[in-house]
């Protein structure tokens, strides 16, 4: 069932993401991967959530691991190519699109946590935090894609209050 959410995912990039200027959106890109890279190492014996395939393809995609690569690098590009690339103008249609990119995120998470038991939250994490995140990451991934320093910043203070807040087991 993942490869077909990625799969939705490649097939709207390709019909409706901005294709002319994925060279502006490649930093963001890596910006996007490099982050959940990053989270995977730092949270290697800790996880937060984990994907399972159960329902197809499950020799395939034997474990989180595996899954997540291909979220990474197909998933994470085309959602930036769509997010980025249909940005709005107007500021509240910006909003929305925020708002929009948020809902989907957080429902498909939901859906794929209650109903097809596609992930499993470990370690305190909840749909809350999820939503959260999802919150501060769209946001985040214009303000990099306008002012990569000022991002990287912010994304430094988050990461070290994150951090400090989470409690490892001994």
């Known amino acids: 069932m993942l490869l077909i959410y990625v799969a939705l995912f490649l097939f709207a990039a390709i019909k409706w993401g901005n294709w002319k200027k994925w060279r502006e959106y490649y930093p963001t890109i890596l910006f996007f991967m490099v982050g959940d890279l990053l989270k995977n190492f730092l949270f290697y014996n800790f996880w ?87 919150i501060v990451m769209f946001p985040m991934l214009i303000i990099h894609h306008k002012k990569t320093t000022i991002s990287l910043g912010i994304i430094g203070y988050l990461d070290s209050i994150f951090v400090e807040d989470v409690s490892y087991p001994p």
């Open 48 to 134: 937060l959530w984990t994907y399972k395939e159960t329902m197809f393809l499950e020799n395939i995609l034997r474990n989180h691991t595996i899954i997540n690569v291909i979220v990474i690098f197909i998933g994470y590009p085309s959602t930036i190519l769509l997010f980025l690339g249909r940005f709005p103008n107007s500021r509240w249609r910006q909003g929305m699109w925020v708002s929009f990119w948020v809902f989907l995120y957080s429902i498909l998470e939901y859906i794929n946590l209650h109903y097809l038991y596609l992930i499993r939250h470990h370690n305190g994490w909840s749909m809350t935090w999820s939503v959260v995140f999802n």
